[in-house]
């Protein structure tokens, strides 16, 4: 079974509200700044809910609140958030890495 559909006709009444927020808000601002536009689709997990827009790169944008964000997936350990939930593993330098790549500030 997959994880993942793009089939509108699966997506329940809760998942197309979703949808039609991220797209309002996607047609209103456009992307973020770092997310590339190629291949651009909406999708919805299965297992979790989320509904988001995907591309070419799996980047991922997902409503945070009221605004559009990018969704962030470490490729070290597999955290995932948004970027003020992204601080994770002091001890690996591979995740530390990433969290640079991606502009994450932790507060001090």
Known sequence: ME????DLSKFGY???E???????KYAENG????????????????N????????SEYQV???????LEQFYSCPECGHEGFL???GH????????????????KAEK
């Open 18 to 24: 979703i949808a039609g927020e991220l797209l309002k």
């Open 84 to 86: 003020e939930d992204m």
């Open 61 to 67: 944008l997902m409503m945070n609140g009221e605004k």
């Open 89 to 104: 593993n002091e001890d690996s330098p591979e995740c530390q890495e990433y969290l640079k790549e991606i502009g994450y």
């Open 48 to 55: 979790s809910g989320n509904v988001f827009l995907t591309n």
């Open 14 to 16: 809760r998942e197309l």
């Open 3 to 6: 994880t993942t559909k793009t």
């Open 31 to 46: 992307s973020p700044e770092g997310f590339f536009e190629d291949g651009l689709q909406l999708m919805m997990n299965f």
